[in-house]
């Protein structure tokens, strides 16, 4: 999905892949299809490391990067069901925007 403009990292600590992540890099909103222009479209850590404190390290480190290239607001949205990220996202300081994605997601944001 090249109009969805991803940029996507490896995640490290140390030697350790602990992770990933991608975002919509400043792509040109077109919703419901493509929410942006800063949007956290995936984000993984694996399920050995989950619970230390790594999700939260990625989200700030996020938040650098895309503050540093003058963002206002990190967009991402989730789905409802069994264990989904939502208080996850609350928790770190996301807040629903009131929209959900093409897929019915729900949209969440993050001021910066
Ligand atoms: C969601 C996910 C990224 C969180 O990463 P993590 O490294 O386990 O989270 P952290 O350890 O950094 O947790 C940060 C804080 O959120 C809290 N938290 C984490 N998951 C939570 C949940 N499901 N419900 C409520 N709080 C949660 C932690 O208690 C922690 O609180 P604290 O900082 O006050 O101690 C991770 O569990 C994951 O990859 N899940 C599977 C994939 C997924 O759902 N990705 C997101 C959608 S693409």
Same mark, same amino acid.
């Given at each position: 999905m090249p109009e969805g403009k991803p940029w996507y990292r490896a995640v490290f600590d140390a030697e350790l892949a602990v992770g990933f992540v991608m975002l919509s890099?400043? @792509?040109?909103?077109?919703?419901?299809?493509?929410?942006?222009?800063?949007?956290?479209?995936?984000?993984? @850590?694996?399920r050995r490391y989950q619970g230390r404190g790594y999700g939260r390290a990625i989200i700030a480190k996020v938040v650098e990067i895309v503050r540093a290239e003058g963002a206002e607001t990190l967009l991402t949205s989730y789905a409802l069901g069994p264990d989904n990220p939502g208080p996850f996202y609350q928790h770190v300081g996301f807040s629903p925007t009131g929209d959900v994605n093409i897929d019915g997601e729900i949209i969440i944001a993050l001021k910066l």
């Open positions: 890099w400043n @792509v040109p909103p077109n919703p419901p299809e493509i929410i942006g222009p800063w949007y956290l479209w995936k984000l993984i @850590v694996d």
